[in-house]
């Protein structure tokens, strides 16, 4: 009897244990915002192997790897069909040594490796998706040595979310390699009100555009937008994001020739601010010095990467301007003037009543309050870095005054200076 | 320019053929009613390859075989696990030939061989379901040489079942190899209204279960029923069956002990009455003479398999009194007598009115009438075939009259006598 009963309470723990297995993510992957680059934004489908080795060896020769870019992501089209058996097969003309020479390529640039696959029965691309192949689609991931999976949403009519992507975190969990999951759901389900348990980044937007704005997509008549939708579709996401579990508002456009010096900087900034996934998508291969600077900014990367896990959000909008506030790692603040008119101004931040005035041409411009957050967030003194200028602007004993381009940032590091 | 034209309308044609043959079900299979063995009923998941074996041989010399039983099919318990590759393995101790042998031995005689899995993570009986695997276990079941795989419900959270059902049936289409589609959802999302398209049988209801009546179940305090509830649940259904796709109100109990003669009897004749696959569920290397009668009675096999394919339906229900009615091939009809009482009554059939009265020791019962489709089925004359007593009974010129014990059926199958 007292041995049956033992075997019972075995068995029954080994299927606990077995069903905890089974329906996990990876823990401590992705503790900060991923960091990398992915193909998609400039080279769409039109990829090869030498593109991806290319790229790999320009994020080392030129700095973006020591200022903390890690991912070498492939999305789209590089898939052929499957073999007898049902696996995956890259394209042979695109990828003739194959994915697995490719990814131990990446990673003896000491850099990780990524891939791109689809929740539906074939990926945006028209290639093979993963449905129905989940498993085995895993199992060449974790034998070829990927890092980070982007798991795409296209022709999956039928489909529940949450459990196709749970599928495939367990699919991946199963295979046994570490993969950062990187959901690409376009917040079409709200993912960040499901997807903590499930993937370590979430799409909260369509694919973003190489544009500033565009009209029609504030309006809902196309699906992508550009740079400011997809900011302001982060508005009230603050709260899901943290260590290992990130809103994504897609990748980065800096470089790729649509925005203006101004418009990137502020799109990089926001994006730091937003703590979001810092996945650059332009030719690293050639690169203007503006959008290097840009990229590298290795303090504008800290206030991404701050190991708080943060979100920004905003915490003044004056209608064209706002402003921004990140909280940081040991008491530190990070604060983002926005300015969304398309010429100059000057801005005043009084740091006591947390308030905003601004001038054109000397001239007051009328601000109307629209969203005034008052988390009083500002007790003591504080010193003040200017990210983009590079130097010490003071202290918030006194107002901070500064001009603001049009489309353009001014972020702030706060220190402060009455702690010990 | 002409010839890109051409190509462009060559690949649209392409694409167009791919997703058609992406996207349906096996056609000309299961024209009639699916008939066969399926190991569940009686054996649950006590399986292993020789009760198969010795279960075909049975089918062959007892007569199923000659009598139409085509299908020895395999519940759950066969599977053991999977490969380091993904795939399925069968449990080395219960199968040590392996499902290819068993398939083989199966086809040898002249029979067809059947396979389970589930649409969820796991299979009913714990054991690995087909979930993220569908397109690999389509290929083993195509490459054993399975003709019809019975897929389950169990372990399906968060899963639509239309789109899984859909899943793995594409997945066998793309093995290549014809098997029948046994879904088996439990009716659960009405699979009669989204399933003609996708298998090609259905269940409509829970698991029956090896009694005439299970009270709680039709107060729907538990999941699955008895012959009584499984057969009130086809009510109204009968639109959706026809050839290649038919409602299935689940296995047979014949044989298995907790039916009487009667019972057994009226369980059979109801579901040939309503069209139904005819999968016996007892030990058929040890079945009792009047099991075996019941099963290969010929006359009533002929109304289950009319390749007119309607499902027949209630047309009188008396309270404990139902007259059931299937139409035939040829303008031949079925009519069954079904009473639910648990003692012997007359019963005096009215053919011009289609009107039935009833009496208990000669007393009239008094019969209220709750269902009356006046459908007009008889026109002109027809000879009667009494299906069970294997006899002529005159014509609808006259009355029938005839004793119908407790729990019993009378089928009677009519052919016209004035036609040509």
Known sequence: MRSTKLSIITIVLVQVACLNAFTQKFENLALTPP??????????????????????????????????YSYILIDDCWQAGRDSLGFIVADPEKFPSGIKALADYVHSKGLKFGIYSCAGRKTCGNRPG??????????????????????????????????????MRDALFEAGRPIVFSICEWGLSKPWEWATEIGHLWRTTGDIQNNWDIPDAKEGKCWAGGVLINL?????????????????????????????????RSHFSLWCMLAAPLIAGN???????????????????????????????????????????????????????????????????DWTSMSLSATRDSKPLLLGLKIDRKDNYIEGQYSIWNVWQKKSVGTTSQKFIASLQGHDVIVLRLTSVTKK
Chains 1, 2 share one sequence.
């Not at 192997?49 to 020769?61: F, G, K, L, P």
């Not at 994001?241 to 010096?261: F, I, S, Y």
């Not at 905003?314 to 604060?335: F, R, T, W």
């Open 130 to 167: 993963s449905r129905g192949h989940e498993f085995q689609d895993a199992m060449s991931y974790a034998n070829w040595g990927v890092d980070y999976l982007k798991y795409d949403w296209c022709n999956t009519e039928g489909q529940n979310a949450s459990e196709s992507y749970s599928l």
């Open 35 to 68: 960091m990398g680059w992915n193909s998609w934004n400039k080279f769409g489908c039109n990829i090869n192997e030498n593109i991806i080795r290319y790229t790999a060896d320009a994020m080392v020769s030129n700095g973006m790897k020591e200022a903390g």
């Open 232 to 264: 302001d579709m982060q508005q009230g996401l603050e709260k899901y994001a943290g260590p290992g579990h990130w809103n994504d508002p897609d990748m980065l456009e800096v470089g790729n020739g649509g925005l203006t010096e101004n418009e990137a």
């Open 283 to 349: 030719d690293l291969t050639q690169m203007d010095p503006v959008s290097k600077d840009i990229l590298i900014n290795k303090d504008m990367i800290a206030i991404d990467q701050d190991k708080l896990g943060k979100q920004g959000y905003k915490i003044k909008d004056y209608g064209e301007i706002e402003v921004y506030y990140k909280p940081l790692n040991n008491s530190d603040m990070a604060i983002c003037f926005f300015n969304r008119l398309d010429y100059p101004i000057q801005v005043e931040f």
